[in-house]
T-cell receptor, first 111, second 111 residues
């Protein structure tokens, strides 16, 4: 079946640094990747939609200059949290194939 | 905009009980509805997917129903076990091919 590999699963970084999260489709080509985040005791909220070879589409309220998305190939989409702050601490997860397959998620803690 | 609501937010039951989790959505124009399981700090496990043309799906002790016209779905868990303890998320796929999630029901099954 379709598998999305997401790394890292857990990362702790200092405030002001940048963190890159990768999602790779292992056995299929993902033309579209959805990025979600989940704050404690909240639902998963869509952050952005990335399309291979074009600019990502960001949801309202998501800073595109802070959350950089790159989808340069059909098997790799990356989310970079730039100048991370404690309020960016969250669970980030990617999804492909219209929600039929998810990465395992990344727990980001900014200290 | 699609809104997904899950009731109850939390539920604690003794082992062996049958239980029902509820999900409602505001826009009936959906492609499908999924129920997921999320363990603490982990990714998502898809439990059941119901297409918009279907009324229910079953997998083992789980049964999910869908009433699209009224915007409701239920997840029935039979003979609950401590291993069923987790957060259960309901998500609908409508326009845009990104999932809209509810906030989840946190289930605790006590031995």
């Amino acid at each position: 079946g379709a598998v999305v590999s997401q790394h890292p699963s857990r990362v702790i970084c200092k405030s002001g640094t940048s963190v890159k999260i990768e999602c790779r489709s292992l056995d299929f080509q993902a033309t579209t990747m959805f990025w979600y985040r989940q704050f404690p005791k909240q639902s998963l909220m869509l952050m952005a939609t990335s399309n291979e070879g074009s600019k990502a589409t960001y949801e309202q309220g998501v800073e595109k200059d802070k959350f950089l998305i790159n989808h340069a190939s059909l098997t790799l989409s990356t989310l970079t949290v730039t100048s991370a702050h404690p309020e960016d601490s969250s669970f980030y997860i990617c999804s492909a194939m219209g929600g039929y397959t998810f990465g395992s998620g990344t727990r980001l803690t900014v200290v | 905009k699609q809104e997904v609501t899950q009731i109850p937010a939390a539920l604690s039951v003794p082992e062996g009980e049958n239980l029902v989790l509820n999900c409602s959505f505001t826009d009936s124009a959906i492609y499908n509805l999924q129920w997921f399981r999320q363990d603490p700090g982990k990714g998502l496990t898809s439990l059941l997917l119901i297409q918009s043309s279907q009324r229910e799906q079953t997998s083992g002790r789980l049964n999910a129903s869908l009433d699209k016209s009224s915007g409701r779905s239920t997840l029935y868990i039979a003979a609950s076990q401590p291993g069923d303890s987790a957060t259960y998320l309901c998500a609908v796929l409508s326009s845009g091919y990104a999932l809209n999630f509810g906030k989840g029901t946190s289930l605790l099954v006590t031995p």
